[in-house]
């Protein structure tokens, strides 16, 4: 199928512990497979199972983030995404619509931030079964996004959710349904193009150079 036009509920998400669903805890020695969570609730200290991760416990910090939802409750939270990267938030082109529509950051952006004039393709989470890991997608309003993490919630073609930087922005977006770009693992210029990761990176960021991706 050619790249497309999709309508899709799009939700947005950050790192927070409410979004993502962990806790801070206190990791007890490796003999007990138990951990002390901290959360705001009626009870603040609880006695929880404590799951082996991807990583060995030793190498864990005795304060550390554990899953509390999902298949992986009691289990480190890395921070990671289910393909093994770290999240991030689109960041357009300097030039670009969305750049202008928030002028607002584009002073700090050139001063205090230079390395933010690369543009950056943001995280999107959606079902593999539909859209699989290194789909791309153009969302109005947010820009190119990459799909890298799926969620338990997140079932069938016309759900994902956005990475934000902040829980700020993300109650700013909320939940919104738009028309979304859709470019799957191989029908774009740039699955092919032969150039380092990065310069690719700030490639698939870029959302005024159509000619790339067909």
């Known amino acids: 199928m050619p790249p497309h036009n999709v309508e899709i509920e799009c939700t947005a998400y950050c790192r927070c512990g409410y979004c993502c669903n962990w806790e801070w805890g206190l990791r007890l020695p490796?003999?007990?497979?138990?951990?002390?969570?901290f959360s705001l609730s009626l009870m603040p200290v609880r006695l929880?199972?404590?799951?082996k991760g991807n990583r060995e416990p030793q190498?864990?910090?005795?304060?550390?983030k554990f899953w509390t939802a999902t298949t992986q409750s009691g289990q480190p939270y890395y921070g990671l995404t289910s393909s093994g990267s770290y999240p991030a938030q689109a960041r357009p082109p300097i030039f670009s619509q969305l750049s202008l529509m928030n002028y607002r950051n584009l002073p700090a952006r050139l001063l205090f931030f230079p390395w933010r004039l690369l543009p950056r393709h943001g995280t999107i989470a959606a079902d593999t079964d539909y859209?699989?890991?290194?789909?791309?997608?153009f969302i109005p309003g947010y820009g190119w996004g990459e799909v890298e993490d799926r969620g338990g919630a997140i079932k069938g073609p016309y759900r994902i959710d956005l990475y934000h930087s902040s829980h700020k922005a993300a109650l700013q977006w909320g939940r919104r349904k738009v028309q979304v770009l859709v470019i799957k693992p191989g029908q774009s210029r740039l699955d092919s193009m032969n150039v380092p990761r990065?310069?690719?990176?700030?490639l698939k960021g870029l959302n005024w150079i159509r000619s790339l991706l067909f």
């Open 30 to 37: 490796v003999a007990f497979p138990f951990y002390l969570g």
């Open 48 to 51: 929880r199972a404590r799951k």
């Open 59 to 64: 190498r864990l910090p005795f304060f550390c």
């Open 131 to 137: 859209y699989p890991f290194g789909t791309r997608m």
């Open 198 to 202: 990065p310069i690719k990176s700030a």
